[in-house]
């Protein structure tokens, strides 16, 4: 709860916060510790002089690395550190896995997705969360603690600008600051790679740089006081509440009874097409085998979330009571996850159909990876099924969708769309040339394979996309793969209208 640090200092006032959060989230009764303060400080100028903010790099794995060890710091620093839990230390290391993409796959929407699933992993090890309400507020937990933070750091910020602690706080930094530079000039004025080296430490001071440096210097420096909060009072966000109200039976059991029957006949229209009838049906439609591909899956990707809406719905609503309300409730629930499966294979073989008549995208490997994941969701919920009671299953939820994107990244995504393109090239004699040009240097080994003139056509627009070496802190396994191929490969100077040629 708020208390005072002194008698004659002001009462710490974090934020304000309606019972329910204070309840579960009181947060730290003390101003922010020094170290939290030099921690966060820290941060922010390794992550401005770092991060590469228009590409993945290594500077996005080191700042991650910061920001751990300043909340291990914190954590340490507490008069009672808690022992973390191994769920807790496999989010974090999810978290750095995440931001370890950017140093070797150069996909930049790929690895903006690492960035998101890295803090959604970070919150939810540092915030826990156990219920699907828990989870949920872990989820949302990191963004509230770097504005709760904000407050508690400036208190913290107060009490060091007290006379005696801002003259020794002056003093030390004046000091560190003169041995920096001095010893930095000698070192560099002494050895010529030393001062190659310290050139590229150092940030260019221009005024887009500087304005760069303050926007990341600030973003990383919240970013640190938010784990440094949830770090020094973590809260409690699986408070019990009472189960929402139960409807009868028949409320609950006849539409989606009905859903059930609906999706029985659906199934069973696939299994005709699966056994034989895909003729009749195609002829019934009046569509290509593409054109149904293309139309089908679409709706066959929002039933499946849909039908996710109605389970979560019903099973929260549904009696539990007797023997019968259990039993209709496995049956129905269950049927409807296990039919739901069927409906995933369709829409998968549908767009896998689409690819192999136009052609591979990452668009459409992404949504066909994600409609894989809810085939995996709808497996858990099948399995929950079986006691009806799961509590392991909102925070599996999330872990498989962090670890569908960390095996995204391990199929390296654009280099598999463009090696089935290749290979789709050599046996159709068709190609998007234009989008293939647009993919990231992931795909540069796969796309090395193209016959001239096409190659060319693709690896030099690619070629100018990657001209100039990246900083030290902005390297990129993709990168320095693609350079060095582009570099060894001739490449014959391309027509001035070579992508529709190719198409």
């Not at 507490?78 to 191994?86: D, F, K, M, N, T």
């Not at 950017?102 to 699933?117: H, Q």
């Not at 919150?123 to 828990?134: D, E, K, N, P, V």
């Not at 023997?323 to 129905?332: E, K, S």
């Amino acid at each position: 709860m708020p208390g005072t640090v002194t008698p004659s200092a002001p009462p710490l006032v974090l934020s304000p916060i309606s019972p329910p959060l204070r309840t579960m989230w009181p947060g730290p009764g003390t101003p922010a510790a020094p170290v939290v303060l030099g921690g966060a400080g820290a941060v922010g100028v390794v992550a401005a002089s770092l991060v590469p903010v228009d590409r993945p790099g290594l500077g996005w794995l080191l700042a991650g690395i910061a920001v751990t060890v300043a909340m291990l710091a914190v954590r340490r620093g507490q008069p009672r550190p808690a022992e973390p839990s191994l769920a807790r230390w496999l989010w974090s290391g999810t978290a750095l896995a995440l931001l370890a993409v950017g140093t070797v796959r150069a996909s930049e929407w790929l690895f903006a997705l690492c960035v998101v699933g890295a803090c959604a992993a970070g919150s939810l090890g540092l915030a826990g969360g156990r219920t699907a309400g828990g989870v949920l507020a872990a989820l949302a937990a990191g963004p509230v603690a770097a504005l709760r933070g904000l407050p508690w750091a400036a208190h913290g910020l107060a009490v060091l600008r007290r006379p005696a602690n801002a003259v020794r706080l002056g003093r030390s930094v004046t000091l560190t600051v003169a041995l920096v530079v001095v010893f930095g000039a000698l070192f560099a004025g002494a050895d010529a790679a030393f001062a190659h080296v310290l050139g590229m430490v150092l940030p260019t001071l221009d005024a887009s740089s500087i304005v760069r440096w303050m926007l990341v210097f600030g973003v990383a420096a919240a970013v640190t006081l938010g784990a440094c909060y949830l770090a020094a009072a973590p809260p409690d966000l699986d408070i019990g509440g009472t189960r929402p109200k139960t409807v009868r039976r028949l409320e609950w059991a006849l539409p989606a009874g009905v859903l059930l029957a609906l999706f029985a006949a659906f199934v069973l229209v696939q299994l005709t097409v699966l056994f034989g009838g895909r003729n009749y049906v195609l002829r019934t439609a009046g569509l290509t085998a593409a054109e149904y591909a293309r139309r089908g899956f679409w709706q066959l990707a929002a039933v499946t979330v849909l039908a996710l809406v109605v389970i979560a719905v019903v099973a929260g609503k549904a009696p539990r009571a007797t023997r019968a309300d259990r039993t209709w409730l496995r049956v129905v629930l269950g049927g409807l996850a296990g039919l739901t499966l069927v409906v995933v294979a369709s829409a998968l073989v549908r767009m896998w159909a689409y690819q192999q008549a136009y052609g591979f995208t990452v668009l459409r490997l992404l949504v066909a990876t994600c409609e894989l994941w809810l085939g995996v969701v709808y497996l858990m919920v099948l399995a929950a099924g079986v006691r009806l009671r799961a509590p392991w299953l909102p925070r599996a939820i999330v872990g498989s969708a962090l670890a569908t994107l960390l095996g995204l990244a391990v199929v390296n995504p654009e280099a598999y769309v463009a090696g089935h393109d290749v290979t789709r090239y050599a046996d159709t004699g068709t190609i998007d040339a234009g989008y293939l040009a647009t993919l990231s240097a992931d795909a540069v080994p796969d796309l090395a394979r193209l016959p001239d003139p096409v190659r060319s056509c693709v690896l030099t627009a690619l070629r100018e996309r990657l001209s100039g070496p990246d900083p030290w802190s902005g390297w990129n396994l993709g990168r320095a793969t693609a350079r060095d191929l582009l570099d060894r490969t001739y490449l014959r100077p391309p027509a001035a209208d070579c992508f529709p040629d190719f198409r």
